[in-house]
T-cell receptor, first 112, second 109 residues
Framework: KAGVTQTPRYLIKTRGQQVTLSCSPI?????VSWYQQTPGQGLQFLFE???????NKGNFPGRFSGRQFSNSRSEMNVSTLELGDSALYLC???????????FGQGTRLTVV | GIQVEQSPPDLILQEGANSTLRCNFS?????LQWFHQNPWGQLINLFY???GTKQNGRLSATTVATERYSLLYISSSQTTDSGVYFC???????????FGSGTQLTVLP
C-alpha cells in the first residue's frame, strides 16, 4: 500500500514568488491536512480538507491557501513568498479526522 | 485549542539504556499519536493510543486519558532510535493535530 506522497521534495523560491505543493494521500483516505514546521514555531496546523471541503484552518495569513480534488489529492499554495515561509511543509492523510494520521516525507521550501 | 507539553526536551543515553518520554495535554483528547521524525524530516507513526497500553517491539506507550498524559517507553535503546519524538493530540470537534515541542533523543554508541 503506497504511503503519502509529497512533491516536490525540495524547492527554492525567491521572495515575492508563489509556490504550489502537492500531496497524494493513501488510497481510500479522504482527509488531508497540512502542517508547517520551523525551528522557532515547531509543527503548526495549516488546514484540513475532507471530500474537497476545507473543514478547518489554522492561524495563517490568507497568502496560504489550499484545495482538494475529487481523487483526494491536495495542493497548497503560498503567494507572495516571504523569507519566513522557509520551512518543512508536511502533509498528512487519514481515513477520517479522528483516526490516526500518516505523514508524507515533506517538502522543504527555502525562500531566498 | 489544547496545549501539549513534552518532557524532557533533550535526552542523551548510552546504547542499551531505557528511557521514558512524557506528554501532558491540557484537555481531554480523542486522538493521541506518537511519532518519530527521521533525519529527512518524515514523521513516522509509532503509536495511535488515545487510551490504554500498546507495545511494538522495544517500544511501548501508555495513555491515561483521565489524567491527561501519555508515556513512551524505549527499552534497550539503539543508535538508530536517535531523533526527535513528538506526541500530538486532537480534541473535541477540532480537526487538527496539536503537537508538542518534541524530545530530542541522542543515543550514543
Amino acid at each position: 500500500k503506497a504511503g503519502v506522497t509529497q512533491t516536490p521534495r525540495y524547492l527554492i523560491k525567491t521572495r515575492g514568488q508563489q509556490v504550489t505543493l502537492s500531496c497524494s494521500p493513501i488510497s481510500g483516505h479522504r482527509s488531508v491536512s497540512w502542517y508547517q514546521q520551523t525551528p522557532g514555531q515547531g509543527l503548526q496546523f495549516l488546514f484540513e480538507y475532507f471530500s474537497e471541503t476545507q473543514r478547518n484552518k489554522g492561524n495563517f495569513p490568507g497568502r496560504f491557501s489550499g484545495r482538494q480534488f475529487s481523487n483526494s489529492r491536495s495542493e497548497m499554495n503560498v503567494s507572495t513568498l516571504e523569507l519566513g515561509d522557509s520551512a518543512l511543509y508536511l502533509c498528512a492523510s487519514s481515513f477520517s479526522s479522528v483516526t490516526d494520521s500518516f505523514f508524507g516525507q515533506g517538502t522543504r521550501l527555502t525562500v531566498v | 485549542g489544547i496545549q501539549v507539553e513534552q518532557s524532557p526536551p533533550d535526552l542523551i543515553l548510552q546504547e542499551g539504556a531505557n528511557s521514558t518520554l512524557r506528554c501532558n495535554f491540557s484537555d481531554s483528547v480523542n486522538n493521541l499519536q506518537w511519532f518519530h521524525q527521521n533525519p529527512w524530516g518524515q514523521l513516522i507513526n509509532l503509536f495511535y493510543i488515545p487510551s490504554g497500553t500498546k507495545q511494538n517491539g522495544r517500544l511501548s506507550a501508555t495513555t491515561v486519558a483521565t489524567e491527561r498524559y501519555s508515556l513512551l517507553y524505549i527499552s534497550s535503546s539503539q543508535t538508530t532510535d536517535s531523533g526527535v519524538y513528538f506526541c500530538a493530540g486532537l480534541a473535541g470537534s477540532a480537526r487538527q493535530l496539536t503537537f508538542g515541542s518534541g524530545t530530542q533523543l541522542t543515543v550514543l554508541p
